[in-house]
């Protein structure tokens, strides 16, 4: 039985891909033998939904790129080449590591680069143990990245031909491959060991100050100059750690030691330093490395780059025992978390127990009480409700046992923040509401009065509650406590959901160009219900893909007639084949009520319908998704075909803040 090898997991790749191919930008994909770029393409199709046809062929891709988008997997030169003639591609190619060094110097400005780096610690867990291997330590994965390279097709092989497969891993097992891996070697033997090591340097270095003689050569190919001195390109750093193991301990602090002789930006300089704290020991170096790293999180805009120097920088000031530095930056890695990182109970439990213990060392609880909140958000935000229960029962834990009043204020308003969201998360906006207002008179962060204002926009404005949450915004702005962009985006919430008739016109007057996406979404569906249908490319633009740029399609099809195409839209959405899903009782709304929409008899039919949806949902505690659909049925009712048809793009508004 042949077994294909393919790396089957979700990467931070496949959404950059997926963005590219959604966008028809243009770009360069790399990646070294193994490194899966064919499947990365593959996956970048499928999980767009787009129409594209994946090439295999240089001179097929050549003909049909004047004429469509293309994704080609072709060889690294003719991926290149694709680049520099085509005016829309998606271009693939794999090959020897000097090659993919090469091609990347060499690829057109206007072209996005992707080079495809190894599997993570993580990832390269998760996908052994897809094959049902056993792990036994977190030494062994170590050794598993080095010796392989962590490309998936290289781990696969490795695996297939050790027939470890239902088996545990060991050292032994690691043993019978060489310590570098292929690509590493083929690099080696190509350029030669005196220029491989130079390479090697440079590498571990990233940048090289001009002042820096000894690092330099005229046979450097590699190096990009500045008006500082060189660097190697920012998309091979991840080669450093395997240079390191190359060039070993003694040439690399002795490399790194001279270097910080040199001025370094903040980033090179925490590299330097992290590493020579780590191979040395010496506590000056971690000192260094920290407050690089504090430069680095105040300087840096690249989220990336932020969450990684977090995270190495949280464990250097756990080692070095500075407490209160530690739980800043596990904040730190929290905040810049990409957003394709899924945190695991693991995760939790680690970063909350580590920062329960530093901050017992600390006179002030603070840090860590914005540590948990911030970490309870990302929680609530994955929808990971038992995890976020231990963050929560945490702060709740403050609440009452913290005899410190200035923390233990903290902690109430990061309990009720937390509360609130886990009560918005199950459209529960009138508790979130009641929760938020309450301790709105302390403060809030300029996120949590964007929740209040969100699910004041859901209660009706006769009910005491909202009058006081509508109070609290407005004391809140004029103490500027609410940035101007969050600011913005409440004044237009609040007119779009509560304001008359005229507040919505003089919103489907502006121009959709807005730099807040929320501000953007608000506009566009005000566009839609009340100027008609707008061109798809530019709903497109907005929403990008998946099931809110469906439902926001779906009202366009309503407003322009076109009944087929709203039906194949909700069908697109795949929560609406659920039976007990809240968005398949939204789809069947939608398409009923635009089925009915120009026929005034049919209208007035279903609203009866919709009233008895609306009064058993209210009954059953969903108080304001009944109340929205009541709005409808009143207007269905009357057969007031724009007054319908805004309640359908408030109906959206709620649905996408609440279940999606």
């Known amino acids: 039985m042949s077994f294909k090898c393919g790396y089957i997991y979700p990467r931070v790749e496949d959404y950059e891909l997926k963005s590219i191919v959604e966008s028809e930008a243009k770009a360069l994909v790399l990646g070294v033998k193994g490194s899966g770029v064919s499947s990365a393409l593959e996956r970048a199709i499928k999980l767009s939904n787009r129409k594209v046809e994946l090439l295999h062929n240089h001179n097929d891709a050549l003909k049909k790129c004047s004429e469509a988008y293309v994704v080609a997997d072709v060889s690294v030169w003719e991926a290149l080449e694709l680049t520099r003639i085509?005016?829309?591609?998606?271009?693939?190619?794999?090959?020897?590591?000097?090659?993919?060094?090469?091609?990347?110097?060499?690829?057109?400005?206007?072209?996005?680069?992707?080079?495809?780096?190894?599997?993570?610690?993580?990832?390269?867990?998760?996908?052994?143990?897809?094959?049902?291997?056993?792990?036994?330590?977190?030494?062994?994965?170590?050794?598993?990245?080095?010796?392989?390279?962590?490309?998936?097709?290289?781990?696969?092989?490795?695996?297939?031909?050790?027939?470890?497969?239902?088996?545990?891993?060991?050292?032994?097992?690691l043993e019978k491959t060489p310590e570098k891996p292929s690509w590493l070697s083929e690099a080696e033997n190509f350029l030669g060991s005196a220029l491989f090591e130079?390479?090697?340097?440079?590498?571990?270095?990233?940048?090289?100050?001009?002042?820096?003689?000894?690092?330099?050569?005229?046979?450097?190919?590699?190096?990009?100059?500045d008006?500082?001195?060189?660097?190697?390109?920012?998309?091979?750093?991840?080669?450093?750690?395997?240079?390191?193991?190359?060039?070993?301990?003694?040439?690399?602090?002795?490399?790194?030691?001279?270097?910080?002789?040199?001025?370094?930006?903040?980033?090179f300089k925490f590299s330097h330093t992290s590493l020579l704290y780590r191979f040395t020991g010496d506590p000056s170096y971690g000192v260094e490395a920290l407050n690089s790293a504090r430069e680095v999180l105040r300087q840096i805009s690249d989220q990336h780059v932020k969450f990684n120097v977090a995270v190495e920088a949280s464990s250097i000031a756990s080692k070095l025992g500075d407490h209160s530095n530690h739980i800043v930056m596990l904040?730190?890695?929290?905040?810049?978390?990409?957003?394709?990182?899924?945190?695991?109970?693991?995760?939790?439990?680690?970063?909350?127990?580590?920062?329960?213990?530093?901050s017992s060392h600390l006179d002030d609880a603070g840090d860590y009480v914005e540590l948990l909140k911030t970490l309870g958000s990302r929680l609530l935000a994955q929808r990971m409700m038992e995890e976020a229960e231990t963050v929560i029962s945490e702060l709740e834990k403050l609440v009452w046992e913290e005899k410190r009043l200035n923390v233990r204020l903290k902690a109430e308003t990061a309990y009720a923040t937390l509360l609130a969201y886990k009560s918005a998360l199950l459209g529960q906006w009138r508790e979130a509401a009641r929760t938020l207002a309450e301790v709105s008179e302390r403060g809030l962060d300029s996120g949590s009065y964007v929740m209040l204002a969100i699910a004041a926009s859901f209660?009706?404005?006769?009910?005491?509650?909202?009058?006081?949450?509508?109070?609290?915004?407005?004391?809140?702005?004029?103490?500027?406590?609410?940035?101007?962009?969050?600011?913005?985006?409440?004044?237009?919430?609040?007119?779009?959901?509560?304001?008359g008739l005229k507040?919505?016109?003089?919103?489907?007057?502006?121009?959709?160009?807005?730099?807040?996406?929320?501000?953007?979404?608000?506009?566009?569906?005000?566009?839609?219900?009340?100027?008609?249908?707008?061109?798809?490319?530019?709903?497109?633009?907005?929403?990008?893909?998946?099931?809110?740029?469906?439902?926001?399609?779906?009202?366009?099809?309503?407003?322009?007639?076109?009944?087929?195409?709203?039906?194949?839209?909700?069908?697109?959405?795949?929560?609406?084949?659920?039976?007990?899903?809240?968005?398949?009782?939204?789809?069947?709304?939608?398409?009923?009520?635009g089925l009915s929409i120009n026929r005034r008899d049919e209208l007035k039919r279903i609203a009866g319908h919709l009233t008895i949806l609306a009064d058993s949902l209210k009954s059953s505690g969903h108080v304001e998704l009944g109340r929205m659909i009541e709005i409808l049925a009143q207007h269905a009712r009357s057969a007031d075909k724009l007054q319908v048809k805004l309640a359908l793009a408030r109906l959206i508004f709620y649905t996408l803040n609440t279940y999606l």
Not at 200 to 223: N, R, S, Y
Request: proline share 5%.
């Open 198 to 225: 130079k390479l090697a340097a440079h590498t571990v270095l990233g940048f090289i100050p001009k002042d820096f003689q000894e690092m330099l050569c005229g046979e450097c190919w590699w190096l990009v100059e």
């Open 86 to 173: 085509c005016g829309k591609i998606l271009a693939g190619g794999s090959g020897g590591l000097i090659d993919i060094i090469k091609a990347s110097i060499q690829a057109p400005r206007d072209v996005k680069l992707v080079v495809l780096k190894p599997l993570s610690r993580r990832e390269l867990e998760d996908y052994v143990k897809s094959f049902n291997t056993i792990i036994t330590s977190p030494l062994i994965i170590e050794e598993l990245l080095t010796r392989t390279g962590g490309m998936p097709g290289d781990v696969c092989r490795f695996i297939m031909e050790n027939e470890l497969i239902g088996r545990a891993l060991t050292m032994k097992d």
């Open 459 to 499: 209660i009706s404005s006769k009910e005491p509650l909202s009058v006081k949450a509508e109070n609290a915004l407005r004391k809140a702005i004029e103490r500027g406590l609410v940035g101007f962009d969050d600011a913005r985006f409440i004044d237009y919430t609040l007119k779009f959901m509560k304001g």
């Open 331 to 358: 904040k730190e890695a929290v905040i810049n978390m990409p957003p394709q990182y899924q945190l695991t109970p693991i995760d939790v439990f680690r970063i909350v127990g580590e920062a329960k213990r530093s």
């Open 503 to 593: 507040d919505v016109l003089l919103i489907a007057e502006e121009p959709l160009e807005d730099s807040d996406y929320r501000v953007k979404l608000v506009k566009l569906l005000t566009k839609i219900a009340v100027k008609g249908p707008i061109d798809e490319r530019v709903i497109g633009g907005v929403m990008g893909q998946g099931s809110p740029a469906s439902l926001v399609k779906a009202l366009n099809y309503i407003v322009k007639g076109d009944n087929k195409s709203l039906i194949e839209e909700l069908r697109l959405i795949p929560e609406s084949e659920e039976a007990h899903s809240p968005l398949s009782l939204i789809a069947d709304i939608m398409l009923n009520t």
């Open 227 to 267: 008006e500082y001195g060189f660097r190697v390109p920012g998309d091979f750093l991840w080669l450093q750690p395997f240079m390191v193991r190359f060039l070993g301990k003694e040439k690399v602090v002795n490399i790194l030691s001279k270097a910080l002789n040199y001025e370094l930006n903040p980033i």
